[in-house]
């Protein structure tokens, strides 16, 4: 059969086409083939960092590419946040996420920042839960809350570090001057690490942080805990007290971690990499570490972990309006 030659030159030109489609999709090996960039908000050796590097350290075997640690502290984790919200959405670029930065940063530094806490970010999984400790220099009299407040009242504006302005641990702070109707003098670090380590050296009495980032510095007796956010005592620190058994019901404060994306990087990847975070969490020796750690794993992926920061951002935003807290 004779075909005419406009038709065969169609069928040709359609044919290489529909090559030249498929030639990236055929030419784009799967993710991930490369290392992948992990951006931390805060110092070194902080409680997120110390976390960072934990699970990394077996996601990375399972995943296939090692992951590169950065930290970007400042603005009240608000900077390093950024960096993931600008960076390619292919999978490559993640975000230790941190409820200073969302619940707190996010409104504080609204006027500063160009990224929305739930719109900008794909939040794949919460990796801990837990409770920050009020620490104090093993010189001071402090024993509790109670103790710092009544110091206060005496000598107006006592020192206390935190991991930085617009940080949790600032915002609480705040929230606990108020509530005892004390003035306090906020000395502001770039990393949990060193305001805890400048305690330990009596260069500032007291600090609020993550447990996790001190626990062994508590244990082995080098700075002395005299206060748990939780609401109730911790039992690997039970002779820790509360706030609220000393007078501030409201003051109870339950800090978190997780995992975030560019919020369009695909859901394939967003998938895989949920996957292999919830498998390593359940590792029993990852457990056993979080319990040393005085934090529990986190349990929220997906859709799940999204939801959840979410309504973490509206809880916590008139809380940090009506506390008074300033960036400047």
Known sequence: MQMNAPSVTRRLLMGAG?????????????????????????????????????????MSPRLGQPFVIENRPGAGATLGTGVVADAPPDGYTVLLSAISAFSVGSTLYRGRITWDPVRSFAHVGMIQSGYYALMANNATPYRNPGDLAAAARARPG???????????????????????????????????????????????????????????????????????????RQPLFPDMPTFVEHGFPGLVAEGWA????????????????????????????????????????????????????????????????ASGATVD
Not at 285 to 306: C, E, K, N, V, W
């Open 18 to 58: 529909a090559t030249l489609l498929a030639a990236p999709a055929l030419a784009q090996a799967p993710w991930p083939n490369r290392p992948i960039r992990l951006v931390v908000p805060f110092g070194p050796g902080g409680s997120t960092d110390v976390l960072a590097r934990l699970l990394t350290d077996q």
């Open 158 to 232: 006592l020192a206390y570090a935190t991991s930085g302005v617009g940080s949790l641990p600032h915002l609480f702070m705040l929230r606990f001057a108020q509530a005892a109707n004390i003035e306090l003098q906020h000395i502001p670090y770039r990393g949990g690490a060193q305001a805890v380590n400048d305690v330990v050296a009596g260069v500032v009495p007291v600090t609020l942080d993550g447990i996790a980032s001190s626990v062994a510095l508590m244990r082995g007796g080098q700075i002395r805990g005299i206060g748990i956010t939780g609401p109730t």
């Open 258 to 321: 997780g995992m975030a994306m560019p919020a369009a990087t695909p859901r394939p990847i967003q998938d895989r990499f949920a996957a292999v975070l919830k498998e390593v969490l359940e590792l029993p020796s990852i457990i056993a570490r979080y319990q040393q750690l005085a934090i529990d794993p986190g349990t929220r992926f997906g859709d799940a972990a999204q939801a959840f920061v979410a309504n973490e951002v509206e809880t916590w935003r008139p809380l940090v309006l």
